[in-house]
């Protein structure tokens, strides 16, 4: 499902789940990748992130190149710049 979506130039979405109300920012200053199984809604996402492997976020925004992967929650927070988050829940931060 992609419904109310902004993408820049040059995103990658292969086997996403859902994807709603967000912004992928993607282009020369860095490409975002959307993966497997992901349901990221209501969020803003930065240039050269990378979101993988049956991640859930709802209301975010990833600042530029931060990850998300391996069945990591972000809800209700901020990710700051060149972060990872793998595995594990973030909630309200």
């Not at 497997?36 to 976020?57: D, H, T």
């Not at 990833?62 to 901020?78: E, F, P």
């Amino acid at each position: 499902i992609i419904k109310d979506v902004w993408v820049g130039t040059d995103a990658y979405f292969k086997g996403a789940n859902k994807l709603k109300n967000l912004t992928v920012n993607s282009g020369e200053e860095g490409r975002t990748q959307i993966g497997e199984g992901c349901e990221i809604v209501n969020g803003i996402i930065g240039y050269g992130c990378r979101i993988f492997y049956g991640v859930k976020a709802v209301r975010f925004i990833m600042a530029d190149h931060s990850q998300l992967k391996y069945g990591a929650r972000l809800l209700n927070s901020y990710l700051g710049h060149n972060a990872t988050i793998s595995c594990c829940e973030v909630l309200n931060s």
